[in-house]
């Protein structure tokens, strides 16, 4: 059974940074495609940084150069920094595995979120 828990969310006042971490068990890593989602109040889930098996990397336009996603194989787990953060990075970030070496259409397994607020 795949399990992912996130972890590094919190409240951080605009022009900050955080870290984000997702710890998967239940699945080999290594072989599976990862990514970083949020969803903020209101607001349908949007994909925010993915990465392939073979650390391909894709970011949605409106976090490309302040967001970066990495992942440790060996600690099984994926990251994403998050650097001059804005109030409208306001939102439940979510991580999700796919099950295949590159990311599609569908998100196999889901963790639960952890809640990042940026306000001053």
């Known amino acids: 059974q795949v399990q992912l828990v996130e972890s590094g969310g919190g409240l951080v006042q605009p022009g900050g940074s955080l870290r984000l971490s997702c710890a998967a068990s239940?699945?080999?890593?290594?072989?599976?495609?990862m990514g970083w989602y949020r969803q903020a109040p209101g607001k349908q889930r949007e994909s925010v940084a993915v990465?392939?098996?073979?650390?391909?990397?894709n970011y949605r336009d409106s976090v490309k150069g302040r967001f970066t996603i990495s992942r440790d194989y060996a600690k099984n787990t994926v990251y994403l920094q998050m650097n001059s953060l804005k109030p409208e990075d306001t939102a439940v970030y979510y991580c999700?595995?796919?099950?295949?070496?590159?990311?599609?259409?569908?998100?196999?397994?889901w963790g639960k979120g952890t809640l990042v607020t940026v306000s001053s």
């Open positions: 999700g595995m796919y099950s295949g070496a590159m990311w599609g259409s569908r998100v196999d397994y």
């Open positions: 239940g699945s080999i890593f290594s072989i599976n495609a």
């Open positions: 990465i392939s098996s073979g650390n391909i990397t």
